[in-house]
Nanobody
Framework: QVQLAESGGGLVQPGRSLRLSCAASAFTFSSYWMHWVRQSPGKGLEWVAQISPGGGTPYYAESVKGRFTISRDSAKTTLYLEMNSLKPGETGLYYC??????WGRGTQFTVTS
């Protein structure tokens, strides 16, 4: 069964960093574009970043460009999101997605002082 399992959430202070992980299983991870999408309290879903199957072509939402880095490790079939200079408004549930059809359950983190 195709699965995506996010981890790495928790509490973090404004301005600090956090890395999210997404473990993929039961499909050829290296063949798919992968995405991170978030849902913050009171807001709709927001696409955050995506990365090509080979990992060489990342794209970012303007709101995170220069602070977030998406990456992937095909040997570990894991997707990552490195987030720096976090802001309180970035609190939310972060999802790892394949093709916008397969979603993980999300990992929650809160940016708070």
């Amino acid at each position: 069964q195709v699965q995506l399992a996010e981890s790495g959430g928790g509490l973090v202070q404004p301005g600090r960093s956090l890395r999210l992980s997404c473990a993929a299983s039961a499909f050829t991870f290296s063949s798919y574009w992968m995405h991170w999408v978030r849902q913050s309290p009171g807001k709709g879903l927001e696409w955050v970043a995506q990365i090509s199957p080979g990992g060489g072509t990342p794209y970012y939402a303007e709101s995170v460009k220069g602070r977030f880095t998406i990456s992937r490790d095909s040997a570990k079939t894991t997707l990552y999101l490195e987030m720096n200079s976090l802001k309180p408004g970035e609190t939310g549930l972060y999802y790892c997605i394949r093709d916008f059809l397969i979603w993980g359950r999300g990992t929650q983190f809160t940016v708070t002082s």
